[in-house]
């Protein structure tokens, strides 16, 4: 990232700013600069001003400081630092390994039925991957008690793992426990009572050497065959061309796009544990703690109109509209019960980073982007924030929606699958979206059709 070289240097900035945590005295309360500090260096790790490792031995510097006079954060002071999701994401972007383990590779949307030993599940759809073929799938509704219901999806579980698979390359594929996550969701019943869904996904991977080492991207139909009822087939078609290309990122700089994803300065925001009570934060001092040391080492444009954004920001309510749609069409990681699905299994032209649309699910007015990428951490957060891909969309009617993140689960190797809900909700006249995803550094999108909807 280019910086005027009139700028101070991002090391010696932060060095100054840890200056403030001398004034620290016994009793004070939870000190606004300690959270600033460790914002401001978070930021300039996940924005490449400075390596993490150095930004740790400042702030580390700083711990004996705190301890000394007794002043104790939500947590350890000793844990004074930058955020272990961004240390893991300095790596995962420097490594960019080729060995991906689950990128998409090609999909096949349901539903199909497949009869288990105890209980039938539909699939949803099946996606085919380097490590071997994941499957989202869903139950039958039913109205029992929620200690019956968990009885219930615990069989499902075991029954998945008798499950074998067969592709026409003669590959084989066992599910082990390990790679079965179901759970159960609740709806209200037209009489009131909670009807419920089991839900999930599964893995499959190779039963054998030999099969392991074939190319599932030849795969073109499976077989999943249970220890009772009929083997179901499932057909997989190679992903089709689709329309992408390269276009801007929200915002013309990294350090722009970091600081519109900063929660508004007005918005109440607390932090807690079982350590200490929850304690309030000034969102105002410490996103402006973040945007002056972003403009002191030359990252932000000191026009910016970021800056005049983030003042005139004001918290809404449209996630929260949002999730009560959510809850009423049974969202859930298989996607919503009775949506269509369609799997292009698109990847984005992206160069520092790896994205595909694994699917869209429609069920109504709800309409769902899934999303695998890599580099995605998670498990930090505000005022610690790593930035890792945002989707947004445009419809063939002209209408722009916000990608709102829901479930998804990310993985050791530092790739991830979630799904984006739109919002506003997409017309039943709309048959087409403009995907956006972007990061930090750069944006993609593709033309995809929406699934149920004639085109």
Do not use: K
Request: with cysteine; aromatic share 6%.
């Amino acid at each position: 990232m280019p910086r005027l070289p009139y700028m101070e240097d991002p090391e010696a900035y932060l060095r100054a700013l840890t200056a403030r945590l001398a004034q620290a005295r016994e009793g004070d309360p939870l000190p606004v600069a300690r959270f600033s500090l460790e914002a401001v260096a978070n930021a300039f790790v996940v924005l490449g001003l400075l390596p993490a490792q150095r930004a740790e031995e400042i702030l580390a510097a700083r711990r004996p400081v705190l301890e000394a006079v007794g002043v104790r954060a939500v947590r350890e002071i000793g844990e004074l630092g930058v955020s272990p999701g961004t240390r893991e994401f300095e790596e995962a972007r420097a490594a960019r390994p080729d060995n991906l383990r689950m990128t998409p590779m090609a999909g096949a949307a349901g539903p199909v039925r497949c009869r288990l030993r105890r209980h039938d599940i539909m699939i949803t759809w099946a996606t085919l991957r380097p490590e071997g073929i994941s499957v989202r799938y869903h139950g039958d509704v039913r109205q029992l008690d929620r200690p019956q219901m968990r009885a219930a999806v615990e069989e499902v579980n075991e029954d998945i793992t008798e499950l074998s698979i067969t592709d026409d390359t003669g590959a084989t594929y066992q599910v082990p426990a390990d790679n079965v996550q179901g759970v159960i969701s609740g709806r209200p019943g037209p009489s009131g009572e909670t009807l419920w869904v089991p839900q999930g996904d599964f893995l499959a991977v190779p039963a054998d050497a030999a099969s392991s080492g074939g190319d599932r991207q030849a795969i073109r139909r499976l077989e999943i065959s249970a220890v009772s009822g009929p083997p179901v087939r499932i057909e997989i078609s190679p992903p089709r061309p689709v329309p992408t290309g390269i276009t801007q990122t929200p915002w013309p700089t990294p350090a722009e796009c970091y600081l519109a994803e900063l929660p508004p300065p007005a918005l109440p925001w607390s932090i807690g544990s079982v350590e200490a009570d929850s304690v309030e934060l000034d969102t105002a001092a410490i996103v402006a703690a973040v945007a002056d040391a972003l403009l002191a080492v030359g990252a932000l444009p000191p026009d910016s109109p970021v800056l005049t954004s983030i003042r005139g920001r004001a918290h809404s309510n449209w996630q929260m509209a949002l999730n009560d749609r959510i809850t009423r069409l049974v969202d859930t990681r298989a996607g919503p019960v009775g949506a269509s699905v369609a799997c292009p299994a698109v990847r984005l032209p992206f160069e520092r980073a790896t994205a595909v649309i694994e699917a869209i699910t429609a069920r109504e007015d709800l309409v769902s982007v899934h999303l695998y990428g890599y580099p995605w951490t998670g498990g930090d957060f505000w005022p610690l924030i790593t930035p890792c891909f945002l989707v947004t969309a445009i419809d063939d009617t002209g209408v722009q929606h916000e990608g709102q993140r829901g479930s998804g689960a990310w993985s050791f190797t530092h790739e991830a699958n979630f799904v984006f809900h739109l919002w506003p909700p997409v017309a039943p006249e709309a048959t087409q979206l403009r995907v956006t995803v972007s990061t930090l550094w750069e944006a993609g999108w593709a033309l995809v059709d929406i699934p149920g909807r004639p085109g």
